[in-house]
C-alpha cells in the first residue's frame, strides 16, 4: 500500500502561475497540481490537497494562520504517513517554529517548503521542491516508521529542523539556512537521513497547542540606541515577555537606564530572553563583563535559539505556563530547538 501525504497550500510563490491572458501572477487549483507538476504522477504516493480559502502572504502569517495549520494537521493526523506544508519563504522559519512549539507528541512529517521563482515558470525552484519534500513526508525506515518525526522545512537540497532555521537570502535559491545545526538530510542522487540529528518525542499522545500569547516584544540592540524610543516595549501593561538581540555572546552596553528598564520589568513579572544576533553562535551570560547584567537580574540565556525560534517560543509558553513553568520552558531544550 502506497504512503499517503496531505499537501497544504497557505500560499506564497510556489502556488502562483502567469494568468496567459493579463500576464500577472495568480494561484491555481491546487487540486489540478497534477497537471502543473507531472512527475508527481511517477512517485509511488497517494496524495490529497487542501488551501486555505483566500492564500495569504507570508508578510501577513500571523498565529491565527499558524493555529488553523494546526487544526488541519491534528484533524487529518491519523489519515496520513505525513504532511507537506506549501508556505511563502519571508515567514517560513517562524511558521516552523511556531508549529513546532504547538505539537505535543509528534510522530509523523510536517515538511514546510516553497520556492523563489513561481511553479509555472521555466526555471523554477518549486517543482523540486515540492517533489522531494512529498518523497520525504512518505519516507518510512525498515520497520515501518517515519524517518522524519518534527517540522522540518526542505529547500533546495536540504532538509533542515524548523525551528533551527532562517531565511538567509531574498534572491538566492538556496534561501534557508539553519546556522547551528547541520541540515536533516541531503537530497542527491539519493536522499540522505543524518540519523543521528533527528529528533525523537518522548511524549505517547499526540496533542496540539492553539494558543499564543502574541504580548511579545523584540528588540535588536544596536550602538548609540536611544532607549526612550523602546520604553513602552518594557510596559508590563502591554507586554508580557521581551527578545533581546544582543551582541556577540550576548552583550549589551553598558547603561543604567537600561539596567533599570529591565530590573522594572522583571520585577514587574515580565520575561526577557536574550539571544544573539550573530548568526551563529550562542549567548553565555558572564562571559564577558558587559553580559553579567543580564544574569543578575535573571534574564534568560537563549543559547543560540533562533530569533524565529524565540519570538515562537515565548509566544508559545506564555500562553498556557504560570510565570515559572514559562522560565523553566524557556531555560531548557523542548523541541530540539537549542543549545546551551
Avoid at 517560513?92 to 505535543?104: D, G, H, N, V
Avoid at 556577540?248 to 539571544?275: K, Q, Y
Avoid at 515562537?312 to 523541541?335: H, Q
Wanted: charged share 25%; proline share 3%; hydrophobic share 35%.
Amino acid at each position: 500500500m502506497n504512503p499517503n501525504v496531505l499537501i497544504i497550500y497557505t500560499g506564497g510563490t510556489i502556488g502562483m502561475i502567469n494568468d496567459p491572458q493579463t500576464g500577472e501572477l495568480r494561484s491555481f487549483d491546487f487540486n489540478l497540481i497534477d497537471q502543473h507538476v507531472p512527475e508527481l504522477n511517477r512517485l509511488k504516493v497517494e496524495m490529497d490537497t487542501v488551501s486555505f480559502e483566500k492564500p495569504i502572504d507570508s508578510s501577513n502569517m500571523n498565529p491565527e494562520h499558524w493555529i488553523r495549520i494546526g487544526e488541519l494537521i491534528e484533524s487529518n493526523y491519523e489519515q496520513y504517513d505525513g504532511f507537506v506544508v506549501l508556505h511563502g519563504s519571508d515567514t517560513m522559519a517562524y511558521t516552523a517554529s511556531a508549529l513546532s512549539f504547538m505539537f505535543e507528541g509528534l510522530k509523523k512529517p510536517v515538511i514546510l517548503t516553497g520556492s523563489q521563482l513561481p511553479i509555472g515558470t521555466i526555471r523554477t525552484d518549486g517543482k523540486e521542491n515540492l517533489i522531494t519534500a512529498i518523497e520525504i513526508a512518505a519516507s518510512k525506515d525498515d520497520s515501518g516508521e517515519p524517518i522524519i518525526q518534527e517540522v522540518a522545512i526542505y529547500f533546495e537540497y536540504h532538509l533542515y529542523r524548523g525551528n533551527r532555521s532562517t531565511k538567509d537570502s531574498a534572491s538566492n535559491f538556496e534561501a534557508i539556512k539553519s546556522p547551528n545545526l547541520v541540515e536533516l538530510a541531503t537530497a542527491g542522487v539519493h536522499i540522505e537521513y543524518h540519523r543521528k540529528m533527528l529528533y525523537r518525542s518522548k511524549v505517547s499522545e499526540f496533542s496540539v497547542q492553539k494558543t499564543f500569547n502574541e504580548r511579545v516584544g523584540l528588540i535588536k540592540l544596536y550602538p548609540g540606541i536611544d532607549l526612550s524610543i523602546y520604553k513602552s516595549v518594557f510596559d508590563r501593561s502591554k507586554v508580557d515577555g521581551i527578545v533581546l538581540e544582543t551582541f556577540g555572546a550576548g552583550n549589551a552596553p553598558a547603561s543604567t537606564e537600561f539596567e533599570r528598564l529591565c530590573t522594572e520589568f522583571i520585577s514587574d513579572g515580565g520575561i526577557i530572553l536574550n539571544i544573539t544576533q550573530c548568526s551563529s553562535g550562542k549567548v553565555k551570560h558572564g562571559m564577558y563583563e558587559t553580559s553579567s547584567m543580564f544574569k543578575k537580574l535573571g534574564v534568560v540565556s537563549g543559547g543560540d535559539m533562533t530569533t524565529e525560534a524565540a519570538v515562537t517560543k515565548m509566544m508559545a509558553v506564555l500562553a498556557k505556563e504560570s510565570r515559572d513553568e514559562a522560565l523553566d520552558l524557556l531555560s531548557r531544550n523542548t523541541r530540539g530547538e537549542v543549545a546551551y
